[in-house]
């Protein structure tokens, strides 16, 4: 297959999955909550590690009802803080991250930094959560966010290889085969299609939009 006619196909692949998510009402991810929104996508990001999109989704709302900054939130009690995010995994961890990252933020004047680099010298935050915040915090795009659901979906649709295991291996090889407009959507279009139809154990393949355009790699258990 050419560039081009895989160009193609992965067009036609995402736009079909639009379609069927606007036609399913999917639920929107915790994320989307917050583009524009630098400090909360990050700590929305950092959060949702490991967690089920409904429970980040009510972590955060609630954790930002009371404090959406980083001075505000430290001044909450640790108590606090982990009855309040306390339904997402690791929470005990994840508290400890959330008052270490508001720290440095308010050292640096409250300012969410704004490379890959810097994020990752906060503790929690490793290159998913770092490319995440800055696609939703700032809108940049150099990159594909690759988490569980984008690998996973790549590797069936025949997109990663099988063998790839990191993200950022994953993202510079995505970068090859997506049309550059779809990389900032591909990952929250990924995360719902996986939770509505690719789903890791037993996908849809009967009912997926996009059944006849998926080679179905390393797929065992469809759903009949
Ligand atoms: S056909 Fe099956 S494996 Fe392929 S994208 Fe659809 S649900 Fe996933």
Not at 18 to 44: C, M, R
Not at 100 to 115: A, F, N, S
Not at 148 to 171: C, D, F, Q, S
């Amino acid at each position: 297959m050419t560039t081009n006619e895989e160009q193609a196909r992965v067009r036609e692949i995402y736009d079909r999955i639009v379609e069927a998510a606007e036609k399913g009402h999917w639920d929107q991810t915790a994320l989307s909550y917050y583009i524009g929104q630098p400090f909360k996508a990050l700590i929305a990001a950092m959060l949702s590690a490991q967690t089920r999109e409904e429970h980040t989704i009510a972590a955060t709302q609630a954790l930002f009802a009371l404090a959406d900054n980083p001075a505000d939130m430290l001044k909450l009690s640790d108590a606090q803080i982990l009855r309040t995010i306390g339904r997402v995994n690791y929470a005990p961890a994840k508290a400890t991250y959330l008052r270490d990252i508001c720290q440095k933020l308010v050292e640096r004047g409250g300012e969410v930094p704004h490379t890959v680099d810097e994020l990752t010298e906060l503790k929690g935050v490793g290159w998913k959560v770092a490319v995440l915040t800055l696609a939703i915090g700032y809108g940049r795009t150099e990159d594909i966010t690759v988490d569980v659901h984008v690998l996973r979906i790549g590797i069936r649709l025949g997109l990663i290889p099988v063998e790839t295991k990191k993200p950022p291996k994953a993202n510079d090889i995505l970068k090859t085969v997506l049309p550059r407009d779809l990389w900032p959507h591909w990952n929250g279009l990924m995360v719902r299609f996986g939770r509505a139809i690719c789903a890791p154990t037993y996908p849809k393949c009967k009912i997926c939009p996009v059944n006849d355009l998926c080679p179905k790699i390393g797929v065992e258990r469809p759903v009949k």
